[in-house]
C-alpha cells in the first residue's frame, strides 16, 4: 500500500487540492446488512455511517455478535451490504478485492502446513504471477519486517502461535496492498504474548504507514493500537460512539497506566454499556 500523501507544509498558501487525495480510504453511509434464515430475517447490521482516512489505525470494538467482524468482512467483500453505500479507494469492495487493494489477517493464521514459513508468506506472489526472483525477494523483506528472519525454511508447527501470526501478517503484506483488514489476531493468545505482538504491530504500522482496520474485543488492545475507537452496539451493529486515541506514536506498554489512557478505556467501556441498554 502507497504511503501517506505529502503533506503541504503549513506555512506555504495552500494550493487547490486534488479531491482523490483527500478521499477516505473506506467511506461507508447508511450501510445495512440483514442475513435472510430459514427462521427469518437476521439484522446484522443498521445505518451505519464511517470514514476512514488514509494512514489511521482504526479499531472495531463491541459485543459478540454486534456485526464489527460482518462490517470488516463487508468492507473486504467477503459479505455483501443489502443497504447503503461503501467504497474502499473510491471503488466497490468487489472492485477493491480484484485490483489487491486490501491484506486480510484471519482469527487463527491460516497457514498451509506442508508449507514452510517462507512458501506461506510467497502464495499469494505465485498466485499473481510474480517472478521467482521478485518472490524471495519479497519473502525476505517480510519476514525481517515482522522480526521471522532466518525462520523461512521452518514449518507452522514450529513456530509458536504469536509466531504463526506474524507469519500471517507478513503474508497479508506481501503484495503490498493498500489496507490492512486484521479480525482480532491476537484474541486466542495469551497475556503476555499479545503485549508483545501490540508492541510490534504498532512499529509494523509506524514502519509501512499503512491504514489499518481492526476487530478486537479488548477495551486495553483498542486504546493501545488505535488512533479512533469505532464502539458498537449488540445486533443489529450500530455505531455507538467514534474515539480519538490522541495518545501520540510513542506508546510503551507502561501508557495504559496513565490518566489519559485510563480516561479513554472509561469512555469506551462507558459506550459499551450504553449500547447494551439500546433499544429497538
Given at each position: ?7 503541504i ?5 495552500e ?9 477516505p480510504v ?13 427462521d427469518?430475517p437476521?439484522?446484522?447490521?443498521s445505518?451505519?455511517d ?8 482504526v ?10 467482524t460482518?462490517?470488516?468482512r ?6 455483501r ?8 479507494n473510491?471503488?466497490t469492495p468487489?472492485?477493491a478485492?480484484?485490483k489487491?487493494?486490501y ?11 506442508w508449507r514452510t ?19 524471495r525477494?519479497?519473502v ?8 521471522l ?8 508447527w ?9 507469519a500471517?501478517?507478513a503474508?497479508?503484506?506481501s ?6 483488514l486484521m ?40 486504546v ?10 449488540p445486533?443489529?451493529g ?11 506514536p ?7 497506566e ?7 478505556a472509561h469512555r469506551?467501556?462507558?459506550?459499551l ?8
Open positions: 500500500m502507497a504511503g501517506s500523501a505529502a503533506r507544509d503549513a506555512a506555504q498558501a494550493p487547490t487540492r486534488d479531491a482523490a487525495a483527500d478521499a473506506i467511506d461507508v453511509r447508511g450501510l445495512s446488512l440483514t442475513f435472510q434464515t430459514a427469518g437476521v439484522y446484522a447490521l445505518d451505519v464511517l470514514q476512514v482516512a488514509e494512514g489511521e489505525f479499531s472495531f470494538i463491541g459485543p459478540s455478535g454486534c456485526g464489527k460482518t462490517l470488516l463487508v468492507i473486504a467483500d467477503l459479505e451490504a443489502t443497504g447503503g453505500h461503501i467504497t474502499v473510491d471503488m468487489e472492485e478485492r480484484l489487491r487493494a491484506g486480510f489477517v484471519f482469527q487463527a493464521p491460516a497457514l498451509y502446513p514459513v517462507g512458501r506461506n508468506v510467497e502464495l499469494p506472489l505465485e498466485i499473481f504471477g510474480l517472478s521467482k526472483q521478485e518472490r525477494a519479497r525476505a523483506q517480510m519476514l525481517e519486517l515482522v522480526n528472519g532466518g525462520f523461512e525454511k521452518k514449518y507452522p514450529q513456530l509458536s502461535g504469536g509466531m504463526q501470526q506474524r500471517s501478517i503474508r497479508a503484506l503484495f503490498d496492498p493498500q489496507l490492512l479480525d482480532e489476531p491476537f484474541g486466542a493468545l495469551d497475556e503476555i504474548v499479545r503485549d508483545h505482538l501490540n508492541e510490534q504491530l504498532l512499529q509494523l504500522w509506524a514502519k509501512t504507514k499503512k491504514t489499518v482496520v481492526f476487530v478486537t474485543h479488548s477495551i486495553p488492545e483498542a493501545f493500537l488505535s488512533t479512533r475507537i469505532v464502539v458498537m452496539s445486533r443489529p450500530r455505531i455507538i460512539d467514534v474515539i480519538d486515541c490522541d495518545l501520540g510513542d506508546r510503551p506498554l507502561d501508557i495504559r496513565t490518566p489519559e489512557f485510563l480516561r479513554i469506551v467501556r462507558e459506550g454499556r450504553a449500547g447494551h441498554s439500546y433499544d429497538d
